[in-house]
Every structure is written in C-alpha cells, then in structure tokens.
C-alpha cells in the first residue's frame, strides 16, 4: 500500500519554465491538499479539494494552479516559475468519514527556481 | 480557523519526558486538537487526537484541561530520534482545511 506518492521528488526550474507536480494517493480519499513549505515557515496550505471535479484556495494560491480530474490525484501547475516558488511541496490526503483531521503526506518535492 | 500557539523551540535530554504545549484560546465545541509529527526530509505524520480530558497511544499521551484552551503533547522517555518538529493544530470535525502553523523544533540531546 503506497499511501501518498509525489512526482517528482527534485526538480530545478528556470524562471519562466511552467510545470505539474503530481500526487496521488491510493486510500480512496475525498479530501487532497497542496502544502509549501519554507525554512522557518510551517506548511502553508496552497489549494486543496474535497473530491473529485472540486479545488479551492487555500493561504497561499497565487501563482499556482491545480486540477482533480480523478479522485485519486491532484496536481499542482506553476504556469511561470518565479524564485519565490523555490519550497519544499507537500501532498496530502485525508478521509470525511472519519473527520479529515488525520492526513497523510506524501514525501515531498523539492523545487529550486533559479 | 482557530489559531494555536506554541513555543518555537525546545531542548530536552534523552530518556527524559517531554511535555510540549499548545494554546488555542478560541477553539469551538466541534473543534479538535490535533498533533503532528514532522522528521526532517519528510511530511507530517499524524500522532495523536483528542476532544477533552486525556488520550494515551502508543507514541504519546495528550492531556486537554476541561476549558480546553490548551493541550499538552507528553512524549516519555525521548530518544535522539524523537528530535522533530510538532505541530499542534484545532481542526473541525469533517473540516477540509488543516492549518499547520510553524510548530515546536524539539531537540534531543545525548
């Protein structure tokens, strides 16, 4: 059972360069979420969706795009990669049925805009 | 959303108990608190949920006074490999939004 598994796990982007990281999770999940996080920062919540066809905004969305077109993944788009985007990004789902509050992560990506 | 706050950091010394607290003056009735786990390199995991009064697994014990305006994480015994870093959160139950604030860096020491 592989949980949550994040594509790719390192990247380097020019600015400008667009590109999708994607996640997907094989819990059966309705609830799926896009975290960066930063040095000294936490995780900061940048999209999220409570099923499949449904996304919203979280704290942080600008710059970003994401899509859930099947239940079991959510992808997160940088449409023009800028410095500031250069962060750790998180995946993670979780469950309704039993109160969403425990979520599980994917492993991380970590993305350097140069 | 209700807010938490924590200390930012903590040193403890190995096979020490660590309790690491948590304020969440605002919290609502349906509100829970939750606690997270984060190594370095890795995502959050999931440790531990309470409603009120105490909850014990196999990872830690979390004590809520009957107010419910702060929670208390107690890890006994720390090991090196419990240096990491804990997040508190106050989430709603069936709530589709897990706010993560900048957590508490706990260091073990030899």
């Known amino acids: 059972n592989a949980g949550v598994t994040q594509t790719p796990k390192f990247r380097v982007l020019k600015t400008g360069q667009s590109m999708t990281l994607l996640c997907a999770q094989d819990?059966?999940?309705?609830?799926m979420y896009w975290y960066r996080q930063d040095p000294g920062m936490g995780l900061r919540l940048i999209h999220y969706s409570v099923g499949e066809g449904t996304t919203a905004k979280g704290e942080v969305p600008d710059g970003y795009n994401v899509s859930r077109l099947k239940k079991q993944n959510f992808l997160l788009g940088l449409e023009s990669a800028a410095p500031s985007q250069t962060s750790v990004y998180f995946c993670a789902s979780s469950d309704p049925g039993t109160g969403g509050t425990e979520a599980f992560f994917g492993q991380g990506t970590r993305l350097t805009v140069v | 959303l209700a807010k938490t706050t924590q200390p930012i950091s903590m040193d403890s010394y190995e096979g020490q108990e660590v309790n690491i607290t948590c304020s969440h003056n605002n919290i609502a009735t349906n509100d829970y608190i939750t606690w997270y786990q984060q190594f370095p390199s890795q995502g959050p995991r999931f440790i531990i949920q309470?409603?009120?009064t105490k909850v014990t697994n196999e990872v830690a014990s979390l004590f809520i006074p009957a107010d419910r305006k702060s929670s208390t994480l107690s890890l006994p015994r720390v090991s090196l490999s419990d240096t990491a870093v804990y997040y508190c959160l106050v989430v709603s139950y069936g709530n589709n939004r897990l706010a993560f604030g900048k957590g508490n860096q706990v260091v073990v020491i030899p």
């Open positions: 309470g409603y009120k």
């Open positions: 819990m059966n999940h309705e609830y």
